[in-house]
């Protein structure tokens, strides 16, 4: 059974400030996404990793993938306090056949404060 | 907006009642996939359709059930509800099974 952990859970940090979310994930995958969820409200994609070395950046968020090492990050940049809100990584196992089924992080709820 | 619709937004029921959540997907896609989000559970697949067949399932409780119809929305019913199926429901839907899916608003039931 795939399974995927997030660290940290939780995480406040200072406006300004630099600091990285980190995706594990038991089983091979050749995708992984990375979600943000403001309070109650639907889950916002933000990148999608395709391949082994993939980086992706908007803004003051960039991803990164490791395949070989199951692990991808989530780098905050500079953080602003719009950025506030709950950060989720979700795989694909490929084995299911179903390219859009996903298992996901616990979540990393981010507080960013002034 | 992802062009994914969910009705209702809010649901307040009763334990052992039944609801049906339901779910229209983007134009054109043709996968739906029914997701639940509980402070316990945190966020789980439960079953996935496509075009009308049942493709995937998940942790999906007996007494819950799902199906796709010929216009591709989707229902998922829930039984017998118990307090612990508080939670947010999301639909999200896709194309076909190798592209990314788009989740909807959500529908929160609370089992009272």
């Known amino acids: 059974e795939l399974k995927v952990e997030q660290n940290p859970l939780f995480l406040s940090m200072q406006e300004g400030k630099n600091y990285t979310i980190y995706c594990n994930y038991s089983?091979?995958?050749?995708?992984l996404y990375w979600y943000r969820q403001d309070p109650g409200k639907s889950l916002e994609s933000l990148f999608v990793l395709l391949s082994n070395g993939a980086v992706k950046q908007e803004g003051r968020l960039m991803a990164s993938l490791d395949t070989k090492a199951r692990l991808s990050t989530l780098h905050i940049t500079a953080a602003v306090h719009d950025l506030s809100a709950t950060y989720f990584c979700a795989v694909v196992d490929p084995r299911t056949g179903t390219a859009s089924k996903l298992t996901f992080g616990t979540g990393t709820r981010l507080q960013v404060t002034l | 907006d992802s062009g994914v619709t969910q009705t209702p937004k809010h649901l307040i029921t009763a334990t052992g009642q039944r609801v049906t959540l339901r779910c229209s997907p983007r134009s054109g896609d043709l996968s739906v996939y029914w997701y639940q989000q509980s402070l316990d559970q945190g966020l789980q697949f439960l079953i996935q359709?496509?075009?009308?067949?049942?493709?995937a399932k998940g942790n999906i409780l007996e007494r819950f059930s799902a199906q796709q119809f010929p216009d591709l929305h989707s229902e998922l019913n829930l039984s017998s509800l118990e307090l612990g199926d508080s939670a947010l429901y999301f639909c999200?839907?896709?194309?076909?099974?190798?592209?990314?899916?788009?989740f909807g608003q959500g529908t929160r039931l609370t089992v009272v």
């Open positions: 359709y496509y075009n009308g067949e049942e493709r």
């Open positions: 999200a839907s896709s194309v076909d099974l190798t592209t990314e899916a788009f």
């Open positions: 089983t091979t995958s050749d995708r």
